[in-house]
């Protein structure tokens, strides 16, 4: 259901289809599954059975006990998982610091029916791709209300032709038209589902608020529905969307809960966390999935239902937790992070190399080279500076003369001392010209002293 980033070289995997009544076995951990509910259909959390005993993976999850399309949350299997004994819990934290419980998302199709009906003119909607119960309910909404629908944005349209093929989305073949039929229908039976819900710059949603769509203008009166929330760090993006979607005259209906009614989380909150662990009675608890506040207010739920705090393993990237004999404790880092691809090569661009970049993009590149007498050791021509990002020489040829003296002068001091290893001349160099361009400029350009013998 989800696009693969492309691979740099292609690898052969072997895929196995599972289902809630699946059992894996690798070496000595044996895993089976139990049925969650997320914003994505077939979710399912994970038993490991080891050794040292079981661990459960929640995934994703909340407890929505009228889900859109089946099946239910399987409370009695996890309620069976947590009788058997559960060594160690990895839950989800995302929703940690809300309280209550997360509403159904029956809510919102009702919500999406009731703009459907209310709009006078066409109905641009955007929501996530991957959440295929909600693009069910704008489906159900464009039928009911008798409008066309138009599909917008790459992921999108992969989702709901994927979708349909494996009965994931039920509708007719001719409820779709394309983005250059529109003008065959008028626009009150015209509905638009399209990418962008997160503001992001070339998404459908974003060009159609900046009047660059080829086929379909946003005109005064239509109504823009935006049905998912801002993920963190997406909020000024998601801002200048809906700033430019007024600006064309639109009504536009967006934010969480009870707000809007077009959106509400696929992740449970502190009622239904406080659940699974209920159910699952572990003896350890790692919190994952969410920001390190949201991991440590799922500590203090965890003690509110009887887990010792010091059972909860608070851990970040590249940190792990052993069982040995019963007991799990913090173990080794492994190493962890991006792995950075520049050109052909994986992972050869180090902290030095970023470092130096970063410098040459923000202060560019001082080139000093000079010509030294390879009998003497004393300069034979004036030294030349080349300036790369750093100053427009011809507007600059004051400070430039300024730099060759130094380089004279420091070259000179450099002779009477017989100093003649090259690296001690060139780092003397690179410290007295950034030293004295920095009381110039306050900018420190990458310094590189060339020594020509002849």
């Known amino acids: 259901m989800f696009e693969h980033p492309r691979r740099l070289h292609a690898v052969e995997a072997k895929l196995h289809i599972i289902d809630a009544e699946s059992t894996v076995q690798v070496g000595s951990i044996k895993a089976s599954f139990f049925t969650t509910i997320h914003s994505i259909p077939d979710c399912l959390g994970v ?15 909340k407890f929505d006990m009228s889900p859109v399309k089946g099946p239910f949350p399987d409370l ?8 058997k004994g559960v060594k160690v819990l990895l839950s989800e934290s995302t929703n940690a610091e809300r309280p209550g419980f997360t509403p159904s998302e029956h809510m919102v199709g009702e919500h999406i029916f009731d703009a459907f009906a209310r709009a006078k003119q066409q109905v641009f909607i955007s929501t996530f791709a991957s959440n295929v119960n909600r693009v069910q309910q704008i489906i159900d909404a464009s039928i009911k209300t008798e409008r066309k629908l138009v599909l917008l944005g790459r992921s999108m349209v992969n989702v709901v032709t994927m979708a349909k093929e494996l009965g994931y989305l039920n509708f007719a073949d001719d409820l779709l038209i394309g983005p250059d039929e529109t003008e065959r229908f008028p626009p009150e039976k015209i509905a638009v589902l399209c990418t962008g819900s997160q503001g992001e710059p070339m998404a459908a949603l974003s060009r159609l608020a900046s009047s660059r769509h080829p086929h379909i203008e946003i005109l005064p009166g239509d109504t823009v529905i935006i049905a998912a929330g801002a993920i963190p760090g997406n909020e000024r993006n998601l801002a200048q969307l809906i700033d430019n979607l007024y600006v064309l005259g639109a009504r536009v209906i967006y934010g969480s809960g009870n707000a809007s009614g077009m959106h509400v989380s696929g992740h449970g909150s502190q009622e239904e966390l406080k659940l699974m662990l209920t159910l699952m009675k572990p003896e350890y608890l790692i919190p994952i999935h969410g920001e390190f506040r949201m991991l440590y207010q799922h500590r203090m739920l965890a003690d509110s239902v009887g887990i010792m705090p010091e059972n909860v393993f608070i851990i970040q990237n590249g940190d792990t937790v052993q069982i040995k004999e019963g007991r799990a404790s913090l173990g080794p880092k492994v190493p962890s992070g991006n792995s950075l691809v520049d050109g052909l090569m994986i992972g050869d661009v180090g902290n030095i190399v970023l470092r130096d970049r970063r410098q040459l993009s923000s202060d560019g590149m001082l080139i000093i080279v000079t010509t030294l007498s390879k009998m003497e050791k004393h300069m034979v021509a004036s030294p030349e500076v080349i300036s790369r990002g750093f100053v427009f020489v011809k507007d600059s040829e004051e400070l430039m003369s300024q730099i060759q003296d130094l380089v004279k002068s420091t070259m000179r001091d450099l002779s009477e001392s017989e100093t003649t290893q090259w690296n001690l001349i060139k780092q003397t160099l690179k410290d007295h010209i950034g030293q004295f361009v920095y009381k110039k400029t306050k900018r420190r350009p990458m310094i590189l002293p060339i020594i020509i013998e002849v």
Do not use: K, S, Y
């Open 47 to 61: 038993l490991m059975q080891t050794p040292e005993g079981n661990v459960v993976h929640t995934g994703d999850f």
């Open 76 to 83: 009695h299997r996890m309620a069976e998982i947590g009788m």
